[in-house]
């Protein structure tokens, strides 16, 4: 078979022929919006998905003979994390009115909204698109929300190039079908900014069989994308996008004056797995080549070509790029790109090693302008006792009107703003608990969770809801073998399916039954390794004692400098396994610690109060307890 024979499928997915049949995803969706129900019939809800919405139900509410509490998740599209200060007041003003009042900042640099009913989702897609905003292709088998690194340094072009080219990217393979307007606005078509005429007549070129002429969908065709396809564009030396978690990564490559030559690719990336599928499991984008400027979109092009031609659709499990790379090899995989590029791709341009930056805090633009990075727990937006981001938020884009960046780990930046600002926001934040990031400890600043329980279908353990206590108890157990100011990425997901990115974490738990987590250990700091599982099945409650024999090893044997997500790599799992099972574990030599359950309205409470006060959570607590037996 020669590299641009199509192979021969037996045999579809199910999702396959939902796709076909859905008139340029249509059906059922259209017909279905129209009926006084709570949610949608299982075809429409894999249509809908293109549309940027999942279903869902609060499994909290579940009642055994009684309907599920449908509700609706809602995803925006922003490239490069971008929320003008219009759309986010928006999205704040519809999750109180239509959602559960909070919003969520996602690992793709949007925003989600979550517990709308069906009957308010047409008025909130809406909303959002007649306020710059869009859900259209943030989920779905297609490109995904297209990343970029968020920091606005107006000083270093390279970054706005990152910036100018993730919008293009996003641009070039946005759905052309026009059954999200119909559907949402009734046909209207909001006006939105000018596409780049390079983008318009890149998706209209057909090159070498890359596109369907005279379709409604020119690069997508009927079928659209074996599986969700995810994009980012970034800079030589940063790896806050996680570049090697995507299935194509773009590096700029300029000269010394800013000036733009082309693009290093990376493709194959992918971290989605299913639990006792060893035929599923992640894997690290792998480095393609180099692409002058001027061929960037025909290059997207020939390998979204070549995933959406060749990629498995028929077992939805095996349909990522990930699994085509791996088969294949690079070799063979970049000659077919070339054969639909329609010319030899570049040997890659040397680069600098890649690092995490998270880029909290106050810096400056390069324009005379500054920049706030502020952490976001998990990504969550809410007000919750003395901790009032929400409305710090509401109050300083209304006052001041800046635009935001979303980060990929699910912070915000808040860039825009004149120098003579800075004393009033921080009046704001202040007033409304927000602590700075100095004062965040670093396991919580460079952790990450999926929301999991209650609202994912997926979710088999708790995440979100989870982390927060797990960190304590970690930070705790540090204390406790002499590492007190030791930190590393920890991630943890409800599932396997990675949304997290659990698996380029130092430390990462993910769900493998109820109250239990694998537990992956090993990958690098700055995200460029994968970790490998350590613990197939962690019950929550034995965290100290399957981590403190690592932690004891890790004190005993690290390197200079070394950190604990390289240290675990270096030893290797069969030694810290060997370790752990002869270890007997420490005696503190202190007063023996008691553990109380609390509900999670009052633990919320009692946190919010601790880190308003200054006070740890454990004298906080004491002090009540003793004032409440002392009455």
């Given at each position: 078979?020669s590299?641009?024979t199509?192979?021969?499928v037996?045999?579809?997915?199910k999702v396959e022929?939902i796709?076909?049949?859905s008139?340029a995803l ?15 019939s299982?075809?429409a ?5 293109f549309?940027?919405?999942y279903q ?11 309907e599920?509490?449908y509700?609706f998740m809602l995803?925006?599209?922003n490239?490069?994390g ?6 986010y007041?928006v ?12 919003l969520?900042?996602?690992t793709?640099?949007g ?7 069906k009957?308010n989702?047409k ?9 710059m ?6 989920c779905g ?11 606005p ?18 641009d ?5 079908t026009?059954a999200y ?7 209207e078509k909001v006006?939105?900014?000018e596409?780049?005429p390079e983008?318009v007549?890149a998706?209209?070129?057909?090159g070498?069989g890359?596109?369907?002429?005279d379709?409604?969908?020119p690069?997508?065709?009927?079928h659209?994308m ?9 800079v030589p030396g940063?790896?806050?996008?996680d ?6 990564s ?8 800013g000036?733009l ?5 990376y493709?194959g ?10 035929e ?7 480095p ?5 400027k001027?061929?960037?979109?025909d ?13 498995d659709?028929g077992?939805?499990r095996?349909a990522?790029m990930k699994y085509?790379?791996h088969d294949?090899?690079?070799e ?5 790109v070339?054969?639909y590029f329609?010319k030899?791709i ?5 680069l ?10 106050w810096h ?5 302008k500054?920049?706030l990075?502020l ?7 809410k007000?919750?006792g003395t901790f009032?981001?929400?409305t710090?938020?509401?109050e300083i884009?209304?006052t001041f009107?800046?635009?935001?960046r979303v980060t990929?780990h699910?912070?915000?930046?808040l860039y825009?703003i004149?120098p003579e600002?800075?004393?009033a926001i921080?009046?704001i934040l202040?007033?409304?608990?927000i ?6 400890d670093?396991?919580?600043r ?6 999991a ?8 353990a708790?995440?979100?809801?989870a982390?927060?206590r ?5 930070r ?6 002499g590492?007190?100011d030791e930190?590393f990425?920890?991630r943890?997901?409800?599932c396997p399916?990675g949304?997290?990115r659990?698996?380029l974490a130092?430390?990462a ?6 109250d ?9 700091p ?5 970790a490998k599982?350590?613990?197939e099945?962690?019950?929550a409650?034995?965290?100290?004692k399957?981590l ?14 070394e950190s ?5 790599d ?6 810290l396994?060997?370790?752990?099972a002869?270890?007997?574990p ?5 007063k023996?610690r ?9 633990y919320s409470?009692?946190?919010a ?5 200054g006070?740890?959570?454990s004298?906080?607590?004491t002090k ?8």
């Amino acid at each position: 078979m020669s590299l641009s024979t199509q192979p021969v499928v037996k045999k579809v997915s199910k999702v396959e022929g939902i796709k076909e049949h859905s008139n340029a995803l249509r059906e059922p969706v259209a017909t279905e919006i129209q009926q006084d129900t709570t949610h949608f019939s299982e075809d429409a809800v894999q249509i809908l998905k293109f549309h940027g919405s999942y279903q869902q139900d609060n499994r909290d509410n579940r009642v055994k003979g009684q309907e599920k509490d449908y509700q609706f998740m809602l995803r925006t599209r922003n490239p490069g994390g971008f929320i003008p200060p219009q759309l986010y007041l928006v999205l704040d003003q519809l999750s109180e009115q239509y959602g559960n009042g909070t919003l969520r900042a996602t690992t793709r640099q949007g925003f989600q909204l979550h517990g709308v009913l069906k009957q308010n989702l047409k008025t909130v897609i809406a909303t959002i698109v007649r306020n710059m905003g869009s859900t259209l292709g943030a989920c779905g088998d297609l490109n995904r929300n297209v990343m970029a690194p968020p920091a606005p340094f107006k000083h270093r072009p390279e970054y706005t190039l990152a910036w100018e080219y993730a919008n293009h990217v996003a641009d070039l393979l946005t759905p052309q079908t026009g059954a999200y307007y119909e559907i949402w606005l009734d046909g209207e078509k909001v006006i939105s900014a000018e596409e780049n005429p390079e983008v318009v007549a890149a998706r209209r070129r057909n090159g070498n069989g890359t596109i369907f002429p005279d379709h409604e969908e020119p690069i997508y065709g009927t079928h659209y994308m074996p599986r969700k396809f995810k994009i980012a564009v970034t800079v030589p030396g940063d790896n806050s996008v996680d570049l090697f978690s995507q299935d194509v990564s773009l590096v700029v490559i300029t000269d010394a004056d800013g000036t733009l030559h082309g693009f290093n690719v990376y493709a194959g990336g992918g971290l989605g797995r299913t639990h006792n599928k060893e035929e599923t499991f992640a894997r690290v984008a792998d480095p393609i080549g180099y692409v002058n400027k001027e061929d960037i979109y025909d290059l997207v092009k020939a390998i979204v070509a070549t995933q959406r031609d060749y990629g498995d659709r028929g077992d939805r499990r095996h349909a990522r790029m990930k699994y085509l790379l791996h088969d294949w090899g690079v070799e063979r995989f970049r000659q077919q790109v070339e054969q639909y590029f329609g010319k030899p791709i570049q040997p890659l341009k040397p680069l600098p090693a890649f690092e995490y930056k998270d880029f909290l805090g106050w810096h400056e633009q390069g324009d005379g302008k500054l920049f706030l990075g502020l952490s976001i727990e998990n990504g969550r937006v809410k007000d919750e006792g003395t901790f009032q981001l929400k409305t710090a938020l509401r109050e300083i884009i209304t006052t001041f009107s800046l635009p935001m960046r979303v980060t990929p780990h699910q912070n915000i930046l808040l860039y825009e703003i004149d120098p003579e600002h800075k004393a009033a926001i921080q009046a704001i934040l202040q007033r409304c608990g927000i602590q700075p990031e100095t004062t965040i400890d670093p396991l919580v600043r460079y952790s990450m969770a999926c929301p999991a329980l209650p609202t994912c279908g997926l979710a088999i353990a708790e995440s979100e809801r989870a982390l927060p206590r797990f960190l304590e108890r970690i930070r705790a157990l540090l204390v406790k073998v002499g590492l007190p100011d030791e930190h590393f990425v920890v991630r943890m997901t409800g599932c396997p399916n990675g949304c997290a990115r659990p698996y380029l974490a130092e430390l990462a738990f993910v769900g493998q039954a109820p109250d239990a987590y694998q537990v992956w250990l090993g990958a690098d700091p700055n995200q460029t390794r994968l970790a490998k599982p350590y613990a197939e099945k962690m019950a929550a409650a034995d965290l100290e004692k399957t981590l403190e024999p690592l932690f004891v090893l890790f004190k005993q044997k690290r390197q200079a400098g070394e950190s604990f997500g390289n240290f675990c790599d270096r030893v290797g799992l069969e030694a810290l396994r060997h370790f752990a099972a002869t270890y007997q574990p420490q005696k503190s030599g202190r007063k023996p610690r008691y553990r109380i359950g609390i509900r999670d309205e009052v633990y919320s409470r009692l946190k919010a109060t601790a880190l308003d006060q200054g006070i740890p959570m454990s004298e906080l607590a004491t002090k009540a307890i003793e004032a409440y037996l002392n009455r």
